[in-house]
């Protein structure tokens, strides 16, 4: 199999496992699902979860993430090329502008969320860590051996 098809093979697989695990990506009709799947790549790269709860965390990042995106292209969209008609579309663009602000705030709590759950995770590595390391190196007392009397030894 060439470096190619088992490239293809493994997206395939990550693709499945996502929709069985996650559902399907959050996109609209219309919506580039390439594109989806390369912020969702580039964020799983950059964070590199450790474990399902980080996986998690980066789907939620990405899907909110892909929803500021969303929004900002809906704000776009609500521009009027005349400002003449601005005025009239200045109230849409507050409620979308409101849409933004609270879809990135629950992607921060998010990122938030990962930064918090290695460091607990790390927390207890380190305790633990520590714990072995006190346990191996556990200073044993000796007592010091009294020399047998003579009539020890003569008992023996």
Known sequence: MTANQEAATESKSNTSSRISLFGPPPLL??????????????????????????????????????????????????????????????????RVNRLITIAEGRRNAALREIDRHRTTFAQILQEKVRDVEEAEFETIETKAIAPKSEADKNAA
């Open 29 to 94: 009709a219309g919506e580039d699902s390439k594109a989806y799947d390369d912020l969702l790549a580039q964020v799983s790269g950059a964070v590199k979860p450790a474990d399902i709860i980080e996986e998690i965390f980066v789907h939620d990042i990405v899907d909110l993430t892909w929803e500021v995106f969303r929004w900002r292209r809906l704000e776009t969209s609500l521009m009027p090329p005349s400002r003449s008609y601005f005025a009239e579309e200045i109230e849409k663009i507050e």
